[in-house]
């Protein structure tokens, strides 16, 4: 299903309302009830404001200090999963305490081994 303005609609009248995670490459319809905007790098951003801005960090090309000046209401640092999880997640803990701006996002489900 293609999300539209007209599909946004639909589930407004229904009594839904309408939450996206998205790359950001693409504008989003009308009527969206919250936006979280998930950059990768690389790719020109088109969505430049909405509720949340996700980083996964670190990630070459991404730096949050490119997204910092955007309309969003929370900046969130995700550290990257990899075989340095634990560096990065330190990495994205320091960032945080020294650029306020910025809030830690956690996968607890992968800090509690739940896959």
């Known amino acids: 299903m293609?999300?539209?303005?007209?599909?946004?609609?639909?589930?407004?009248?229904?009594?839904?309302?309408?939450?996206?995670?998205?790359?950001?490459?693409?504008p989003a319809p009308d009527g969206i009830d919250w936006i979280c905007v998930s950059p990768k790098a690389g790719t020109k951003l088109l969505l430049t404001s909405g509720h949340d801005l996700k980083l996964v960090y670190p990630q070459a090309g991404a730096e949050p200090e490119l997204f910092e000046h955007l309309d969003f209401d929370r900046f969130l640092l995700q550290p990257m999963d990899s075989e340095d999880l634990v560096v990065n997640t330190k990495a994205a803990i320091e960032y945080c305490l020294e650029h306020p701006q910025w809030q830690l996002s956690v996968q607890s489900h992968k800090t509690l081994g739940i896959r």
């Open 2 to 26: 293609q999300l539209d303005a007209e599909a946004v609609d639909a589930l407004h009248d229904e009594g839904f309302e309408v939450a996206i995670e998205t790359n950001g490459t693409r």
